[in-house]
């Protein structure tokens, strides 16, 4: 029996390098759809480039929104994962900047991008979030932890077979009690490789697979660009995104 092969990409945060580079593996190896599971902005420069790339692909793509689409479209909350978090003028400055930046169109796709979906494939439930919501549609309490046992309480309450999320810039892949749990990692975000990680998932009646992996790309490009166009915080982002202290 054959499968449905899907690409699984998570936290583009506006690498279009890294983004161009997993594309290209994907198409390679002949998926049938790519799920893209939020925060395709923020970071690197290039959100305008992803957003309108996303847009291109038409219904090949289905995509949530992750909290820097939030960020953009509605301001930065009081509260990230019930807890309120202190808001820096560099992060309000760099915020206002790739909104600029964003076309009119790109800023009515991310607008309309559902925070959560719910879906069936090959008669398996699967919910895709970029992190799991409560019912205020506020994102759960953060648990930093990556384990089988973790992912079970982040996802209780919802009914599913397969969970699919990003947010955590960290590769997950466990099961508990029949369930499967799965984040692809951070695309855009290598810190100190100069790889982007990204997943292909398959799916039949009988069966699920999932395959995490890697391509190397040129990050000292995308560096370079970052440096070059130096838009508010992008020292942040170089320490936190990339691991250059610079």
């Not at 290039?46 to 090949?60: A, F, H, P, R, Y």
């Not at 919910?127 to 079970?152: L, Q, V």
């Not at 749990?181 to 810190?191: M, T, V």
């Amino acid at each position: 029996m054959s499968f449905m092969k899907i690409g699984l990409i998570s936290d583009i945060h506006g690498n279009k390098k890294a983004l161009d580079t997993v594309l290209e593996q994907l198409e390679k190896k002949n998926i049938d759809k790519i799920i893209c599971i939020g925060d395709l902005v923020g970071g690197a420069p290039m959100s305008e480039e992803v957003v309108q790339k996303i847009i291109s692909m038409g219904q090949k793509v289905v995509a949530v929104k992750g909290n820097r689409e939030s960020y953009i479209i509605d301001g930065m909350p009081n509260l990230v994962h019930d807890e309120k978090i202190k808001i820096g003028d560099e992060q309000l400055q760099r915020n206002e900047w790739i909104k600029k930046e964003l076309s009119d169109s790109s800023i009515a796709f991310i607008s309309k991008l559902p925070k959560e979906i719910l879906c069936e494939i090959e008669g398996k439930k699967i919910y895709i979030a970029h992190y799991p919501m409560n019912e205020d549609g506020n994102f759960r309490k953060h648990i930093k932890k990556t384990g089988a046992d973790e992912n079970e309480i982040m996802f209780s309450g919802i009914d599913a077979n397969i969970y699919l999320y990003g947010h955590t810039h960290r590769e997950v892949y466990n099961f508990k009690d029949s369930k499967t749990y799965i984040n692809p990692g951070a695309l855009g975000c290598p810190e100190k490789t100069n790889r982007a990680p990204y997943g292909i998932l398959n799916i039949n009646k009988e069966k699920v697979e999932y395959k995490q992996l890697y391509v190397e790309y040129d990050v000292k490009e995308v560096i370079k660009y970052i440096k070059k166009i130096k838009f508010p915080g992008y020292k942040s982002v170089l320490r936190l995104f990339y691991g250059v202290d610079d």
